[in-house]
Every structure is written in structure tokens, then in C-alpha cells.
């Protein structure tokens, strides 16, 4: 039997053999929802295609623009040997008072070493506190009664003390650092010689990078912000964001900023916008690393990119019209903060990685007349990884893995942005970021297993995205020849990967 609709619709399958046949009303109905499809795509579905075609082009351009621009400064100032103890003054302290002469000691400027934590598992915090206080160090051990303001708070209530008053200086490290001995004797100079300055930050380097490739991918991308973005910023307007640990501020500039305040999960980013308007200036002084470790399970470098994602946008969102008054801040510096820091950097970026990867892709494979140009397509997302790449060169066969990797985590990023930008329920949401600390020396990662709970093991909105991108791929490889599956079939398996928590460890919630 024929399998053809016939024009007059009388029938929808030639009845022959016992075959199905529809009513004419049946053909009807399905007449006119083909020819109603065939009006709203060619009218409406065709035309917010290629629209969303231009707008990913206007914003590929930005992406790059910011890379190029970003990543010329960092090489101009390395060729030009411009570093930080270039800049400023960083002489070593040498200030003998007449004391300190009696006995061939020096005098040191008091600086407060704040490690604010929240129930450290792997941490004996008040018996280690009380070991180095028998032994004649000035430490204290402070707690709250409640976790008002999360770290915020901490620090806060820890500035609140008596100590303070001596200390010209504060420095801070989260509970997985680990500075050098000599991180003090390095950082403080900067800050005595130059008075402007109101923050030393220096770079992460992370000891658990090689665990798992999870970690890989995040060394990739801290590696590049720290060489290049925070480089970059220090070298044109002595400002970037700072990165809550490892780093010295000068206690006036806390104090005349108004101290921490909790009102987004980005306090450190808040009070280094608060600072720099006032006119304070900032050095990142890359050649002091300080070890850290990175998140080993994908339920914590989640929380972590939520938080990192969610209070920026929501800050943006308060002190926009701050940064446009403010008057101690050049126009140049107030262009760089809200242009390239917050919308180029944090939202353009994270937008276009998800929706061009992720959507425009695979609904170019579904509509076609929506053409996505050659050098949009290839050159300049290239263009982008390698500049993104230049961070991390022991990493570069990896790279493929990591820009699938980057475009599911866009995903993420973008509805944590958006539930900053809303002020949604979770904008001020704070969980702290689990690290596996001496776990991993107790439990091989091949053995490490996990249970929890089904929405903690499942993420339902990449695995959703993945069926889609598979769908697409699938379409494309038996019905059309321009190869798009190739793009698309890789991203659906990153997503499927992140969506059933395949990628990182797993630990036991116990």
C-alpha cells in the first residue's frame, strides 16, 4: 500500500491489507498543523534563528576582543620586563629600632593572619591553636555562635578585636593553603614603601591538579586567570578582584572602605570594588605562589562556580551606578570595571560559550537556512582556546576536553548569574567547598565511592541539553552532510558526563 497524503485528504495511509487508515478529518487536522509548522518556521522560528546567529557573532567578537586585548597586555608587560618589584618599591624591611638594636633583631610591622573556617573535618583547629600558643606564638582562637554574614562574618567579627589595633596589616589564607614561611617577609614590603597600595595578591598553585581530570580541567582555567586576567588588571589600572585568600591588605584600606560586608557570596570582589573607589590600588605579584587544593568532586566545584558566579552578578547589579559616581576613579578604570571586568568577562563570555555550543549549534542542524559563517564557527572559537590555553602548557593535549568541559559548566554559570541578577532564593546561598584534604591519602581514588541523594547524582538540565545535542547529532549524520554532528555528538557526551556525574571523585556523604 502507498504511504502518501493525499492532497484532497481523504486518507492518511492507503488502507490495504489490514493497514491503518485515518478519517478525512484526522488528514485534516494533520494537513494543518504541517501547514501551520511550515508558516511559524519560515515567518518566526527561521528569522529568531538568525537572529541569534547575529547576536553570537556580535558577542564571538567581544569574547575575542577581550582575549587578544587581556593577553597582549599580559605579553607587553613581560616583554617589557614590567613585573610588580619592577613597579613598586619592595626593598626588604629593615627598621631597627632601638630595642630591637639591643639584641640584633629587626622590627616587623604587626600583621593579623585571619584563616577564617567553618567545621574543617580534616582540622583539630582549637587543639592546634592551643599547641602553638604553649610554645610562645601570639595566635587566638575566636568562634561565633552563629554563621551570620558566612565568611563574611568571620572576617568581620575577627576585625573586631582587640588585637587589631597594632596590626597595620592583614593578611588572609583559607583553611586548604598552605604559604611559605617566607610569605610575609615577601608580600608586606610591598605594601610598607608604597602607601597607595591596599592589597598584595598573590597566585594559587595547586597541589592535587593531577587527581582526577576534573582537577586538570580547573588547573586550565585558574592557570589562565591568574597569568593573564589578574596580570592584566594589575598591570593597566592597579585593580582586579580579589581572590579572598592568599593576598595582604592594608588595614586603613579595609577600615575606609567599610569593612566586609555579606550582602552577596562575593565579599572579597565587594570590598576590592569598594576600595578601588576610593582611590586605593592594588599588585598582583605573580612570582609568590601559595599551594591550595582544588575541588575533587563535582558537588563541590559546582557550589563553588554557583557562588562564584551568582555574587558577582548580583554585586554588578548593586554597585553599578556606585562605580559610574564615583569620583575618585578615573573614566579609564570605571570603563575597565563594568565593560571588560563584569559584562565582556562574566556575562557576554558565559553566555555565548553555553548558547552558541550548546543551542545555536545543534538548531542550525534543525533549520539550516540559518547560516552560521565559516569563521564563526571555527576561527574564531579556536582563537579563543588557544588563547585560553596559554596558561597551562603541559595541558595542551587536553585541550578539546576542556573547552566541552568549559561549555557545560557555561551552562551553570549563566542560571547561577541569572538567579543573581533576579536575586532568586539560592543568591546568597553559601556551601562551603568541600576538599578531600588527607582523605585521598587514606582511600585510593579508584576506590573511593559515593551515595547521596538522587538530585546530588543527577543533574536533570545537562542530561536534558545532552539528549538534545544527541538528537541533533543523530539527525544531522543520516539526513544532512555537513558534518555538524561532529561538533555537536562530543558536547552531548561532556554533558551526559557532568549530567550522570561521571567526571571528578565521588566521596561518601558520611
Same mark, same amino acid.
Given at each position: 500500500?502507498?504511504?502518501?497524503?493525499?492532497?484532497?485528504? &481523504?486518507?492518511?495511509?492507503? !488502507?490495504?491489507?489490514?493497514?491503518?487508515?485515518?478519517?478525512?478529518?484526522?488528514?485534516?487536522?494533520?494537513?494543518?498543523?504541517?501547514?501551520?509548522?511550515?508558516?511559524?518556521?519560515?515567518?518566526?522560528?527561521?528569522?529568531?534563528?538568525?537572529?541569534?546567529?547575529?547576536?553570537?557573532?556580535?558577542?564571538?567578537?567581544?569574547?575575542?576582543?577581550?582575549?587578544?586585548?587581556?593577553?597582549?597586555?599580559?605579553?607587553?608587560?613581560?616583554?617589557?620586563?614590567?613585573?610588580?618589584?619592577?613597579?613598586?618599591?619592595?626593598?626588604?624591611?629593615?627598621?631597627?629600632?632601638?630595642? !630591637? !638594636?639591643?639584641?640584633?633583631?629587626?622590627?616587623?610591622?604587626?600583621?593579623? @593572619?585571619?584563616?577564617?573556617?567553618?567545621?574543617?573535618?580534616?582540622?583539630?583547629?582549637?587543639?592546634?591553636?592551643?599547641?602553638?600558643?604553649?610554645?610562645?606564638?601570639?595566635?587566638?582562637?575566636?568562634?561565633?555562635?552563629?554563621?551570620?554574614?558566612?565568611?563574611?562574618?568571620?572576617?568581620?567579627?575577627?576585625?573586631? #578585636?582587640?588585637?587589631?589595633?597594632?596590626?597595620?596589616?592583614?593578611?588572609?589564607?583559607?583553611?586548604?593553603?598552605?604559604?611559605?614561611?617566607?610569605?610575609?617577609?615577601?608580600?608586606?614590603?610591598?605594601?610598607? #614603601?608604597?602607601?597607595?597600595?591596599?592589597?598584595?595578591?598573590?597566585?594559587?598553585?595547586?597541589?592535587?591538579?593531577?587527581?582526577?581530570?576534573?582537577?586538570?580541567?580547573?588547573?586550565?582555567?585558574?592557570?589562565? #586567570?591568574?597569568?593573564?586576567?589578574?596580570?592584566?588588571?594589575?598591570?593597566?589600572?592597579?585593580?582586579?578582584?580579589?581572590?579572598?585568600?592568599?593576598?595582604?591588605?592594608?588595614?586603613?584600606?579595609?577600615?575606609?572602605?567599610?569593612?566586609?560586608?555579606?550582602?552577596?557570596?562575593?565579599?572579597?570582589?565587594?570590598? !576590592?570594588?569598594?576600595?578601588?573607589?576610593?582611590?586605593?590600588?592594588? @599588585?598582583?605579584?605573580?612570582?609568590?605562589?601559595?599551594?591550595?587544593?582544588?575541588?575533587?568532586?563535582?558537588?563541590?566545584?559546582?557550589?563553588?562556580?554557583?557562588?562564584?558566579?551568582?555574587?558577582?552578578?548580583?554585586?554588578?547589579?548593586?554597585?553599578?551606578?556606585?562605580?559610574?559616581?564615583?569620583?575618585?576613579?578615573?573614566?579609564?578604570?570605571?570603563?575597565?570595571?563594568?565593560?571588560?571586568?563584569?559584562?565582556?568577562?562574566?556575562?557576554?563570555?558565559?553566555?555565548?560559550?553555553?548558547?552558541?555550543?550548546?543551542?545555536?549549534?545543534?538548531?542550525?542542524?534543525?533549520?539550516?537556512?540559518?547560516?552560521?559563517?565559516?569563521?564563526?564557527?571555527?576561527?574564531?572559537?579556536?582563537?579563543?582556546?588557544?588563547?585560553?590555553?596559554?596558561?597551562?602548557?603541559?595541558?595542551? #593535549?587536553?585541550?578539546?576536553?576542556?573547552?566541552?568541559?568549559?561549555?557545560?559548566?557555561?551552562?551553570?554559570?549563566?542560571?547561577?548569574?541569572?538567579?543573581?541578577?533576579?536575586?532568586?532564593?539560592?543568591?546568597?546561598?553559601?556551601?562551603?567547598?568541600?576538599?578531600?584534604?588527607?582523605?585521598?591519602?587514606?582511600?585510593?581514588?579508584?576506590?573511593?565511592?559515593?551515595?547521596?541523594?538522587?538530585?546530588?547524582?543527577?543533574?536533570?538540565? &545537562?542530561?536534558?541539553?545532552?539528549?538534545?545535542?544527541?538528537?541533533?547529532?543523530?539527525?544531522?549524520?543520516?539526513?544532512?552532510?555537513?558534518?555538524?554532528?561532529?561538533? @555537536?555528538?562530543?558536547?552531548?557526551?561532556?554533558?551526559?558526563?557532568?549530567?550522570?556525574?561521571?567526571?571528578?571523585?565521588?566521596?561518601? &556523604?558520611?
Amino acid at each position: 500500500g502507498g504511504h502518501a497524503l493525499r492532497a484532497t485528504g &481523504e486518507v492518511f495511509f492507503r !488502507a490495504s491489507d489490514g493497514q491503518l487508515s485515518f478519517s478525512p478529518a484526522i488528514a485534516a487536522v494533520v494537513e494543518w498543523w504541517l501547514r501551520t509548522w511550515g508558516k511559524v518556521r519560515v515567518e518566526l522560528v527561521v528569522p529568531l534563528t538568525s537572529a541569534a546567529v547575529l547576536l553570537c557573532m556580535a558577542m564571538s567578537v567581544i569574547v575575542l576582543a577581550e582575549k587578544v586585548f587581556l593577553g597582549t597586555v599580559s605579553s607587553v608587560m613581560k616583554l617589557l620586563r614590567r613585573r610588580p618589584w619592577q613597579t613598586y618599591r619592595c626593598d626588604p624591611i629593615a627598621r631597627p629600632d632601638e630595642e !630591637a !638594636a639591643a639584641d640584633g633583631s629587626e622590627a616587623y610591622p604587626m600583621v593579623l @593572619v585571619q584563616i577564617p573556617m567553618y567545621n574543617e573535618k580534616e582540622e583539630l583547629v582549637k587543639s592546634e591553636c592551643e599547641r602553638w600558643a604553649a610554645e610562645g606564638i601570639n595566635i587566638k582562637y575566636e568562634t561565633r555562635k552563629d554563621r551570620a554574614g558566612y565568611k563574611a562574618g568571620n572576617l568581620k567579627e575577627g576585625m573586631r #578585636h582587640a588585637y587589631l589595633r597594632g596590626c597595620e596589616f592583614v593578611a588572609m589564607f583559607d583553611a586548604d593553603f598552605q604559604p611559605a614561611p617566607d610569605f610575609l617577609v615577601k608580600t608586606v614590603p610591598f605594601l610598607v #614603601h608604597n602607601p597607595t597600595l591596599a592589597l598584595v595578591q598573590t597566585r594559587w598553585k595547586f597541589v592535587n591538579a593531577n587527581d582526577c581530570l576534573l582537577t586538570r580541567m580547573q588547573e586550565m582555567s585558574m592557570d589562565y #586567570h591568574f597569568k593573564v586576567e589578574q596580570e592584566a588588571g594589575s598591570s593597566l589600572c592597579n585593580f582586579f578582584g580579589y581572590n579572598g585568600t592568599a593576598g595582604v591588605w592594608r588595614t586603613q584600606a579595609i577600615v575606609e572602605s567599610g569593612g566586609w560586608e555579606d550582602r552577596t557570596t562575593a565579599e572579597d570582589m565587594d570590598l !576590592a570594588l569598594r576600595a578601588s573607589l576610593l582611590g586605593w590600588e592594588f @599588585v598582583y605579584v605573580g612570582s609568590i605562589k601559595v599551594k591550595s587544593e582544588l575541588p575533587s568532586t563535582l558537588k563541590a566545584y559546582r557550589s563553588q562556580q554557583h557562588r562564584w558566579s551568582c555574587g558577582p552578578a548580583l554585586l554588578f547589579k548593586k554597585m553599578f551606578w556606585e562605580i559610574l559616581a564615583a569620583k575618585k576613579v578615573s573614566v579609564w578604570k570605571k570603563f575597565y570595571m563594568i565593560y571588560d571586568f563584569f559584562i565582556a568577562r562574566r556575562i557576554v563570555g558565559t553566555f555565548f560559550t553555553f548558547f552558541f555550543f550548546s543551542i545555536l549549534i545543534p538548531l542550525n542542524i534543525l533549520f539550516p537556512e540559518a547560516q552560521i559563517p565559516l569563521w564563526e564557527l571555527i576561527y574564531i572559537p579556536t582563537a579563543i582556546t588557544l588563547l585560553n590555553s596559554v596558561g597551562t602548557p603541559r595541558s595542551i #593535549h587536553l585541550i578539546i576536553l576542556w573547552v566541552l568541559f568549559e561549555n557545560v559548566m557555561a551552562l551553570h554559570r549563566f542560571k547561577a548569574i541569572l538567579i543573581g541578577f533576579f536575586e532568586a532564593d539560592r543568591a546568597n546561598e553559601w556551601i562551603v567547598t568541600q576538599k578531600l584534604g588527607n582523605l585521598q591519602k587514606l582511600k585510593t581514588i579508584a576506590s573511593v565511592t559515593g551515595s547521596g541523594r538522587f538530585k546530588d547524582r543527577f543533574h536533570c538540565l &545537562e542530561i536534558f541539553i545532552g539528549l538534545f545535542l544527541l538528537v541533533s547529532a543523530f539527525f544531522d549524520f543520516l539526513y544532512r552532510d555537513d558534518y555538524f554532528y561532529l561538533f @555537536v555528538l562530543p558536547q552531548s557526551i561532556m554533558y551526559f558526563a557532568i549530567g550522570f556525574q561521571f567526571i571528578g571523585l565521588s566521596v561518601s &556523604e558520611d
